[in-house]
C-alpha cells in the first residue's frame, strides 16, 4: 500500500509518498508555490481525485481540483460565495478563504461540501467545479445570532463539517466562534448542539450557542461517537444524547486539555489523539512548557497518556493547528502532524514513538493521508 | 472599444505569462468581463461576490485609481491590474 501526505501550508502544497512500511518519505512540490493553502483533501469515492482549498496574499479564495492524484489541477470554474445580495452589499457576506472540504457521501459521487471564513456553508455536485452556497444554513433566519461575522476581527471560521455514513441528509457542522449545528434533512434546517459545552470567555458561559469547537469529528464505523476539541476542553458526545461530557478532564491539570487538533484511531472508537497546547493567560497556543507531547486515550477519554518518545524535550514551541494532525488506516495506525515551524512528525506505532520527516517547510496547516 | 491591460504577476497564471493585453470595454465593470470570458475564474480573484474591489487589488486607468466598477473606461486607455501586499 502506497501512503501519500498531502501537505497544505502558507506558502504552497506539498506532498510526501512513502512505501507500505512508512519509513522513507519522499517530499514532492511545492505546488501552487505563494498559495495560502488551507486544506488539501483526498476523496475516499475516487482515490484520483484531489480537492484543495487556496487563496494568495493578493488573490481572492478558490478551489483546485485534481483528477489524476494530484500531478494536474483545474481551478473551480465556480469557486465557493455567498449569494449575491442588492441591499447593503457594502456590508454582506463575501468568502474571504475556504478554510474546509469534506467529501460527501459514499453514495453521492462527486458531492462536496465546504466551509468559509466568514462562516458560510457551500456544497458541490460536480466533483468540485461548481460551488452553490447552502441557504438553509448561510440564510437560517438564526445565522446572525450563530455567526455574526464579528466575533473575531477575522471572522468566524467554518470548519469540521461531518457526513452520517449511515444517512447523507445527517451531518454536522461547527463554527469557530459559534459553536456545533446538526442537520437531519439534508441542510434544510440546522440546530446548535452544544449542551455541556463550556464557553467561559462569555458573559454568559451557559448558552446554546457562541461556543468555540476547534475540531470536532465522528468516527468513521460507529458514527454516533463524536469528540470536540474545543477552546475550552475536550469533549465526547454519544448520541442520541445531546450533552457533551468533558473527557478533557482526565488529562494532567499542568497540561490542560486545551488544542487545536483531535483524531481517531480508525477502527477504535475508544482511542483518540490530541495535542495539547498552552491556553493560559495570554494564549500562547505553543506546546506546553515547550515540550510538545501527543495525548491518547484507549478508553473514550477517561485516561490519557502523554507520547512524546522522540519528540523534542525542551525548547520547542510550536503549534499544530486543527487540520494539521491525522492518523492513516492502518492496523497500528500510522500518526501525522504538522507544526507551524514547517515540520512534519510520523508515527507509524500509533504514537508510541516519533520521528521528523520533513524539515524547513513553510507554516504547515494541514496534513491528510491517502492509500 | 479597446483598451490595453496591465496585468500583475500574480495574474498572469490566467493569462498565460502576459503581462500586457488588450480588452473590451465601455466601463472597468465591463473590461473585467471580457478578460473573464477569455481567462475563466480571473475577476473572481480580484473581485467579491457582492462586485467589491478585494482588499489587496488595486485599479487604476491609467494614473487613476478607481473605486467603483462603474467608472468609464476610453479607447486607447491603459487599465492597470495592481496586487498590492504587504507583510512576509
Redo the contacts between chains.
Keep these: 500500500m502506497a501512503n501519500t501526505l498531502w501537505v497544505g501550508t502558507r506558502k504552497g502544497a506539498f506532498a510526501l509518498r512513502a512505501d507500505a512500511r512508512r519509513r522513507n518519505w519522499k517530499l514532492a512540490g511545492p505546488q501552487f508555490l505563494?498559495h495560502i493553502v488551507h486544506h488539501i483533501v483526498p476523496d475516499p469515492r475516487d482515490p484520483k481525485c484531489v480537492l484543495m482549498a487556496a487563496k494568495?496574499?493578493?488573490?481572492?479564495p478558490?478551489v483546485f481540483r485534481s483528477a489524476d492524484r494530484g500531478r494536474t489541477w483545474r481551478?473551480?470554474?465556480r469557486?465557493p460565495?455567498?449569494?449575491?445580495?442588492t441591499s447593503n452589499?457594502?456590508t454582506?457576506?463575501?468568502?474571504d478563504r475556504v478554510f474546509w472540504l469534506t467529501p460527501g457521501h459514499g453514495d453521492e459521487r462527486g458531492t462536496w461540501f465546504a466551509g468559509s471564513a466568514p462562516a458560510g456553508l457551500f456544497r458541490s455536485d460536480d466533483g468540485g467545479d461548481h460551488w452553490e452556497p447552502v441557504a438553509g444554513f448561510n440564510d437560517h433566519p438564526q445565522f446572525p445570532q450563530w455567526a455574526a461575522g464579528s466575533a473575531t476581527p477575522d471572522g468566524e471560521f467554518l470548519h469540521s463539517i461531518l457526513v452520517d455514513p449511515r444517512d447523507a441528509r445527517h451531518m454536522y457542522l461547527s463554527i469557530s466562534i459559534g459553536g456545533t449545528f446538526e442537520t437531519l434533512d439534508g441542510g434544510r434546517d440546522w440546530a446548535p448542539i452544544n449542551l455541556g459545552i463550556e464557553a467561559d470567555f462569555l458573559p454568559e458561559p451557559d448558552t446554546p450557542f457562541g461556543q468555540d469547537p476547534h475540531h470536532v469529528v465522528m468516527h468513521p464505523l460507529h458514527p454516533d461517537r463524536l469528540y470536540q476539541q474545543n477552546h475550552c476542553g475536550i469533549y465526547r458526545l454519544d448520541r442520541p444524547a445531546s450533552r457533551w461530557a468533558r473527557i478533557g478532564k482526565a488529562m494532567p491539570r499542568k497540561i490542560g486539555d486545551i488544542g487545536f487538533p483531535i483524531v481517531l484511531h480508525p477502527a477504535d472508537p475508544d482511542t483518540a489523539w490530541v495535542f495539547p497546547m498552552d491556553g493560559t493567560s495570554v494564549w500562547p497556543r505553543t506546546s506546553v512548557g515547550g515540550r510538545p507531547a501527543v495525548y491518547r486515550t484507549r478508553n473514550g477519554g477517561r485516561s490519557w497518556q502523554r507520547q512524546d518518545k522522540g519528540l523534542p524535550r525542551s525548547q520547542a514551541w510550536f503549534t499544530v493547528m486543527r487540520q494539521a494532525m491525522c492518523a492513516d488506516r492502518s492496523s497500528a495506525p500510522g500518526l501525522y502532524f504538522g507544526t507551524t515551524h514547517g515540520e512534519l512528525w510520523a508515527s507509524t506505532n500509533a504514537g508510541d514513538s516519533w520521528r521528523c520527516v520533513v524539515r524547513h517547510l513553510p507554516e504547515i496547516f494541514s496534513v491528510t493521508h491517502t492509500a | 472599444m479597446t483598451c490595453t491591460v496591465k496585468i500583475a504577476s500574480p495574474l498572469r497564471s490566467y493569462t498565460g505569462g502576459a503581462a500586457s493585453i488588450a480588452a473590451a470595454g465601455a466601463t472597468m465593470d465591463e473590461v473585467l468581463a471580457d478578460l473573464d470570458r477569455r481567462f475563466p475564474g480571473m475577476r473572481f480573484r480580484m473581485i467579491d461576490e457582492q462586485d467589491r474591489i478585494r482588499p489587496h487589488i488595486r485599479l487604476f486607468v491609467n494614473t487613476r485609481e478607481i473605486t467603483r466598477l462603474a467608472e468609464p473606461v476610453a479607447r486607447a486607455d491603459t487599465v492597470h491590474l495592481i496586487c498590492a501586499l504587504s507583510g512576509g
Design positions: 505563494g494568495t496574499g493578493h488573490l481572492g478558490t481551478e473551480a470554474s469557486p460565495a455567498f449569494r449575491k445580495v452589499p457594502e454582506a457576506r463575501a468568502v
